[in-house]
């Protein structure tokens, strides 16, 4: 059985930094580009792109809300990946998933796998 599973979330202020850390198991991790959505509080509202890596750790990209903000890393070793939000703003308020796909590129396609997600408030 597959499982990804995010934890570190919380409530957290305008400025504040929070990690995010997402565990996987029952999964060749190594073959695997893993990325970070959101989804923000509210009906209608999309699971958004906010970061992905490649399989070996060298690359990773990034949408230009958290660029510069966040940084998202991995530990093959460990199977986890990681998500980095430094100076986060009341906007990156949301339901934070990772999730495991086959091409590293800012969408959700080819995702094979999802975490259950992780709450993240950003309160000023």
């Known amino acids: 059985q597959v499982l990804l599973v995010e934890s570190g979330g919380g409530a957290v202020q305008v400025g504040g930094s929070l990690r995010l850390s997402c565990a996987a198991s029952?999964?060749?991790?190594?073959?695997?580009?893993m990325k970070w959505f959101r989804q923000a509080p509210g009906p209608g509202k999309d699971r958004e792109f906010v970061?992905?890596?490649?399989?070996?750790?060298?690359?990773?990209m990034y949408d230009d809300s958290v660029k510069g903000r966040f940084t998202i890393s991995r530990d093959n070793a460990e199977k986890t990946v990681y998500l980095h939000m430094y100076n986060v703003k009341p906007e990156d308020t949301g339901t934070y998933y990772c999730?495991?796909?086959?091409?590293?590129?800012?969408?959700?396609?080819?995702?094979?796998?999802w975490g259950q997600g992780t709450q993240v408030t950003v309160s000023s």
């Open positions: 970061a992905g890596i490649s399989k070996s750790g060298d690359t990773s």
């Open positions: 029952g999964v060749e991790f190594n073959n695997y580009v």
């Open positions: 999730a495991a796909a086959w091409v590293l590129y800012r969408g959700s396609s080819g995702v094979d796998y």
